[in-house]
């Protein structure tokens, strides 16, 4: 009896300390990732502000009267090369946009699909990002709302998009990523944004997609109108 006694306390001291680990990095993937990628992607921001002046990842600049257009040639795997702020999460919400979708550059911020558009571009440029850990830039990607603003900063443009729609799927409908959202095949004639993110939030069994059209471009030289970054009521930041 005595010997059952040890056992049944040997067994729950075991799960109390297997349960404290538990709990430990259950604290370290929601809180301390956050914090550290935020530190992280604060200076790629900066860093990508002030490579918007003389220096920074070339561009070819098509110009017609009404609509200027900066378009990204190619960006090395992993680069960071522009930022996206979204007055609806706050006045204060930049995040960095890297090339590729790979784990790391999810951690250090957005991740824009290899062989979509580039911003501005006709057809597709697609991104993806965490709802939940690493900084979780679209945790509250499900609060965007219909005419909402999101502002894709490069070198050369303020790139303006408006959100149109919004979806559910699965994650191998890959067809929300094609050149005109949901129409793989079709030959593009607009310039789209597309977001994509887990969802429900702290699971991966379904993609939570906006999808948002391009409104307008305008050069770095010219500013960036404030009432774009005016923030809307009911924001969450």
Not at 92 to 117: C, E, K, M, W
Not at 141 to 148: A, P, W
Request: with cysteine.
């Amino acid at each position: 009896m005595r010997r059952l006694r040890w056992g049944v306390r040997t067994l729950g001291e075991v799960l109390i300390t297997l349960g404290l680990l538990l709990f430990l990095f259950v604290s370290w993937q929601l809180w301390w990732t956050d914090v550290t990628a935020n530190r992280a992607q604060a200076v790629t921001i900066h860093a990508l502000e002030r490579g918007f002046g003389p220096a920074g990842i070339p561009e070819r600049v098509a110009a017609t009267p009404q609509t200027p257009l900066a378009t990204l040639t190619k960006v090395p795997f992993g680069q960071a090369f522009a930022i996206m702020r979204i007055p609806r999460f706050g006045a204060d919400f930049a995040r960095p946009v890297l090339q590729g979708t790979d784990h790391d550059a999810l951690t250090n911020g957005i991740g824009h699909y290899s062989g979509t558009a580039f911003p501005g571009q006709v057809g597709n440029f697609a991104v993806a990002g965490h709802r939940t850990t690493y900084g979780m830039p679209f945790s509250n990607i499900d609060l965007l709302r219909t005419g909402d603003v999101i502002v894709l900063e490069t070198k050369a443009s303020y790139i303006v998009y408006a959100v149109d729609r919004h979806v559910i799927v699965t994650p191998d409908q890959v067809q929300v990523i094609a050149p005109v959202p949901q129409h793989p095949g079709d030959k593009p004639t607009q310039a789209w944004l597309t977001m994509t993110s887990c969802n429900p939030r702290f699971s991966a069994t379904q993609r939570y997609v906006v999808f948002a059209k391009l409104v307008r471009s305008i050069p770095r030289a010219t500013g960036l109108p404030a009432s774009y970054m005016a923030v809307p009521a009911g924001t969450v930041g």
